[in-house]
């Protein structure tokens, strides 16, 4: 298997540009996580899908974030517009099922917002 | 909701020495504890996990103790080497239905083996 497949791997775009994260989870996983990684603030859940409907997105800093899981196959996290302050490494990760408990990281987005 | 707390956020040894690392937890209803790897330009790693119906798993040369009493649970590595060098991050599953539950991370561990 190959994982859990995020892209691009490194963006760098300017303050106020469109952003968009790409995540394909493994195959067969029904649960998909975005991250947001930050030395400030560590580790941080922004939301989670089940069977591609959002379960949790009170992690979401703001209006400007939104998250998509059209099929089971793929999601993506848009950031418009975007802030210096939301440069970070953003990581997608998938788990099996609801009776299984570890989740599966892809290797992360690093975004700068110059 | 939850709040997990890694002590301390750096730790250096000595290649051949053991490494603990310990986690607190603030809520009791908690019931599962994974521990992350992390090596540089890569995403964390599950690399052992225990549930609160058990104290202690081995695996190899890590080990994970839970404290339920005290709530707080602890990575043991012993004749650390190297390759050990990484970024550890705990982490507790809030109780949800199932489906519903989700992680809380800690900040993360540096830790650092010296040849």
């Known amino acids: 298997d190959a994982g859990v497949i995020q892209s691009p791997r490194h963006e760098v775009t300017e303050m106020g540009q469109e952003v968009t994260l790409r995540c394909k989870p493994i195959?067969?996983?029904?649960?998909l996580f975005w991250y947001r990684q930050t030395m400030m603030r560590g580790l941080e859940l922004l939301i989670y899908?089940?069977?591609?409907?959002?379960?949790?997105d009170s992690g979401m800093p703001e209006d400007r974030f939104s998250a998509k899981m059209p099929n089971a196959s793929f999601s993506t996290l848009k950031i418009q517009p975007s802030e210096p302050r939301d440069s970070a490494v953003y990581f997608c990760?998938?788990?099996?099922?609801?009776?299984?408990?570890?989740?599966?990281f892809g290797p992360g987005t690093r975004l700068t917002v110059l | 909701g939850e709040n997990v707390e890694q002590h301390p956020s750096t730790l250096s040894v000595q290649e051949g020495d053991s490494a603990v690392i310990k986690c607190t937890y603030s809520?009791?209803?908690?019931?599962?504890f994974p521990w992350y790897k992390q090596e540089l330009g890569k995403g964390p790693q599950l690399i052992i996990d225990?549930?609160?119906?058990?104290g202690e798993k081995k695996d190899q040369r890590i080990a994970v103790t839970l404290n339920k009493t005290a709530k707080h649970f602890s990575l043991h590595i012993t004749e650390t080497q190297p390759e050990d060098s990484a970024v550890y991050f705990c982490?507790?599953?809030?109780?949800?239905?199932?489906?519903?539950?989700?992680?809380?991370f800690g900040k993360g561990i540096t830790l650092s083996v010296r040849p």
């Open positions: 990760a998938s788990r099996s099922g609801a009776r299984t408990d570890t989740q599966y």
């Open positions: 195959s067969g996983h029904n649960s």
């Open positions: 899908f089940n069977n591609n409907v959002p379960i949790d």
């Open positions: 809520d009791s209803a908690s019931n599962y």
């Open positions: 225990i549930r609160s119906n058990v």
């Open positions: 982490a507790a599953r809030e109780v949800g239905s199932g489906a519903n539950s989700k992680l809380t």
